[in-house]
Structure formats: structure tokens, C-alpha cells
């Protein structure tokens, strides 16, 4: 019988692990490890030469071993209240770029606003082992996050008042945004102005708020309680609460709105009642949400930007793992905020019919260059 031909042996590709980029560029294993896991005392021109074999050989570090032998994850935890409102997912976008530039990873959870799914949040970022957390929910039951500060995970908030000596809060300008909103609108001639809260039951609904209120005064416009609404940050919210406020007798001629979604839902109420934007009533949002841009027509509102938070939340949760808390504030950052006038406001229409054109004056009334 012919004996059988025996196939070749094909070679087995060789194993791609830290050595094998470390003969590559002509460095330690000890080197290679610190210049992954970003350690700054690394020399330049070595990191530099391991960067290069990481690439040339397409290694990809095995973050678990990486794990175990730094004692950190390199991930960071980012809480945020809803993923269906765009703001969120602008948000997350940029707060991505900013840790990943900087090596980490991000592990990301919703709380859609329940204490229960708040819950759930917080015990997988400690399942996780998370090397720091951003509790960016404008919004959130404080006594829940009890359990990353007892495991000392560094926190930072958006607008809250955290007792744990790990945390540092990012405040957002909101005086500064809504009064440039209101100043704006009564610039142009409104006095009559209506306010769109968000759930009042959350601090920074609140802070929104009473920066309206303050705002008021301060410029000596009085202010009409029923023009004071309590919606829920949604388009469908923002619908159902001027419907109410077309229902009225005395209306206001202007809405300014805690958020865009409300805004855009001011908006399609006040279009579907055969009304006109500007003329009939000027809308002004917050938080400038991309379509904000592109509505029809576009919004005018109050930017608070994402990149702003993002890069506030990862710089302080990198200083706080590097142990450099000197860089940053004890205990607060300011987030700025800033009007962006677009084609939603105008004069009101009251103000124009009272306006008499050149025309109509008498002679006597003309000014004689």
C-alpha cells in the first residue's frame, strides 16, 4: 500500500504578548509595561520606539493583565440621566475622546431618573472596579452614591452638593446663561415672559429656576405666576405645556425653556396651533443640543457645552488617580454658559403694530437732517 503523503505542518504564528514588543524595540518588559499604562516617568524617545513596536507588530494590550498587575481597571465610569435625549449622547461622545486620550476606557449607565436603575448603576460601576466615576445626571439621589465613596473612587458631579471628601462638583453657570436669555428678550421688547421648568423635585431644575426668578427682578420685569410651568424636560412635555398656555387669556409673548427638548416641543405646539415663529411668540432653549442648529426655524438658546463638562469631568478624575489634586480645584469647577441668538426670538407683536411707520408720520415729527 502507498503510504500516505503527511500534510505540512503549518507554523503556528509566533505568540504576540509584551516581550515580543519589547525585543521589537529594544527596550525592557518593564519599560513596555509603564509606557502602556502611561506612567510619565517613562523616557520620551523609549516610549516613543514602544509606541511604534505596538504598532508595526498591531499588538493589543491585554487590559486585564494590565489590571491585575497595576491594580487599576483604567476605566472610567460615566452616569448619565437618558440616553434618548440628544444632549446625552453628545455628551458621551465627547466624553469618550477626552479618556481614551488619555488611556482609559469608559463604562457608561443610564439611570433614566429611577432611584432603582440609579441603584443598578452605581453596583455595576463597582462590580467593574472602575478607577473613577463622572455622575454627569443633572439630577441624582446622593445617598446612593455612599458606596463609591466608601470604596474611595474618585467622583466628580454635575450641580450637586456631595459631602465625600473624594468628589469635586462641575457648577454650571446657569445665572450667567439665563440671564444673557432673558436680557436678550427684553431687549427686543418683551415683558411678558414664561418660564419652562424641568422637574422641580431636582436640584439643578431648581438652580434653573431660580435663576429665572433672579433674573426677573433684576432687570424689574414682574413676574406672573401663571407663567411659571413645571414640565419634564421632554418634547411631549414641552407640547403639553404651551397648549396650557395657549388656553390662557393673558399669554406671554415669550418662553424660555430649561432645556431643547422642551423648547422643540414649545415649538411644534405653537406651529401646530397655526401660530408663527418669532412673530406670534419667540422661544429660547438651553443646552444647545447639534439640532438645535437645524430646527425650522432654528433655535436660539442657552449653550452649555458638552466638551466643556466632558473634558472638566476626565481632567479631574486624571488628577485625582495621579494623585495631582493641586492641579485642580478642592472642590468645584465652573461651567461657563452662553447665549446663542438664532431665529427664534424677535419684537413681539404688540411692540410692532404700536410702531408707526416713516410714512405715517406728520411732517412736524420727521427729523430734518
Not at 37 to 57: F, G, T
Not at 80 to 96: A, G, M, R, Y
Not at 127 to 149: H, M, N, Y
Not at 181 to 192: E, P, T
Request: proline residues 7%; hydrophobic residues 40%; contains cysteine.
Amino acid at each position: 500500500m502507498a503510504e500516505k503523503k503527511r500534510k505540512p505542518r503549518t507554523k503556528k504564528p509566533p505568540r504576540m504578548d509584551i516581550r515580543t514588543v519589547a525585543a521589537q524595540a529594544k527596550v525592557s518588559i518593564a519599560t513596555v509595561s509603564r509606557t502602556i499604562n502611561h506612567i510619565p516617568s517613562v523616557d520620551p524617545a523609549m516610549a516613543k520606539r514602544v509606541w511604534k513596536a505596538i504598532e508595526e507588530l498591531n499588538y493589543v494590550p491585554n487590559t486585564q493583565a494590565r489590571a491585575l498587575v497595576s491594580g487599576r481597571s483604567h476605566i472610567l465610569g460615566l452616569i448619565v440621566s437618558e440616553i434618548t435625549n440628544p444632549f446625552f449622547p453628545e455628551l458621551i461622545q465627547q466624553f469618550e475622546e477626552c479618556a481614551v486620550a488619555r488611556g482609559y476606557e469608559i463604562l457608561i449607565t443610564s439611570t433614566s431618573y429611577d432611584p432603582k436603575r440609579m441603584a443598578s448603576c452605581v453596583r455595576r460601576m463597582v462590580e467593574r472596579k472602575v478607577d473613577g466615576v463622572a455622575v454627569l445626571t443633572f439630577g441624582i439621589e446622593e445617598p446612593l452614591l455612599e458606596q463609591l465613596s466608601n470604596q474611595k473612587i474618585p467622583l466628580v458631579y454635575v450641580d450637586s452638593r456631595p459631602h465625600q471628601p473624594a468628589a469635586v462638583t462641575l457648577n454650571v453657570d446657569y445665572q450667567h446663561g439665563i440671564w444673557q436669555g432673558v436680557q436678550h428678550l427684553a431687549v427686543l421688547g418683551h415683558r411678558k415672559i414664561a418660564f419652562l421648568s424641568g422637574p422641580l423635585h431636582l436640584y439643578t431644575s431648581q438652580l434653573r429656576y431660580f435663576a429665572f426668578i433672579d433674573c426677573l427682578k433684576e432687570i424689574g420685569i414682574q413676574c406672573n405666576p401663571a407663567w411659571l410651568i413645571q414640565g419634564d424636560h421632554t418634547l411631549e412635555g414641552g407640547m403639553r405645556k404651551m397648549e396650557q398656555l395657549l388656553q390662557l387669556d393673558d399669554q406671554p409673548t415669550a418662553i424660555l425653556c430649561s432645556n431643547d427638548m422642551s423648547a422643540i416641543g414649545v415649538m411644534h405646539a405653537i406651529l401646530g396651533a397655526g401660530l408663527r415663529i418669532p412673530d406670534d411668540f419667540s422661544v429660547v432653549g438651553f443646552d444647545d443640543v447639534h439640532i438645535a442648529e437645524f430646527m425650522f426655524p432654528p433655535l436660539t438658546t442657552i449653550r452649555m457645552s458638552c466638551r466643556d463638562l466632558a473634558l472638566g469631568a476626565v481632567t479631574v478624575l486624571c488628577s485625582k488617580l495621579k494623585n495631582t489634586e493641586s492641579a485642580t480645584p478642592a472642590n468645584a469647577l465652573t461651567i461657563p454658559t452662553e447665549l446663542i441668538v438664532r431665529r427664534t426670538t424677535g419684537i413681539p407683536k404688540d411692540t410692532i403694530q404700536n410702531l408707526k411707520p416713516l410714512s405715517d408720520r406728520s411732517k412736524s415729527e420727521r427729523k430734518v437732517p
